[in-house]
């Protein structure tokens, strides 16, 4: 009984573990226009961000939010650099882009990151 208390633990484990690894239909480089609808057609949605705190967005993020993006932490303001947030089910993504410009703005990276608090 207990090896197949173990054998039926391992293989949900494991199955918990491919879903969260599953392939993204993201490649670096590539625009985040195209980026954003793959997403939304893989069931992702843009991460709601900000609600509980006074962020006031600057620059670059009000031109991206009047452009109808969502899920912005912040964009530096140094470089051309914004960190957006994903949710699908209780998974996590964030995305790294590049660019000064709505048009012009690229997948750099991503990663699995959830937002921290704060920036809830």
Aim: proline letters at 2%.
């Amino acid at each position: 009984m207990k090896k197949y208390c173990l054998i039926l633990c391992v293989f949900s484990l494991a199955i918990n573990a491919f879903a969260g690894t599953q392939a993204m239909p993201l490649k670096k480089g590539m625009s985040y226009q195209t980026a954003a609808a793959e997403l939304r057609r893989e069931g992702w949605s843009a991460r709601t961000m900000h609600v509980k705190s006074e962020y006031k967005y600057i620059g670059i993020e009000n031109t991206l939010l009047n452009q109808g993006v969502k899920g912005i932490e912040s964009c530096a303001v140094d470089r051309p650099v914004c960190i957006l947030h994903y949710t699908k089910r209780n998974m996590c993504l964030r995305i790294i882009t590049w660019g000064e410009e709505f048009k012009g703005l690229k997948v750099d990276s991503w990663d699995r990151e959830c937002p921290t608090k704060d920036a809830l």
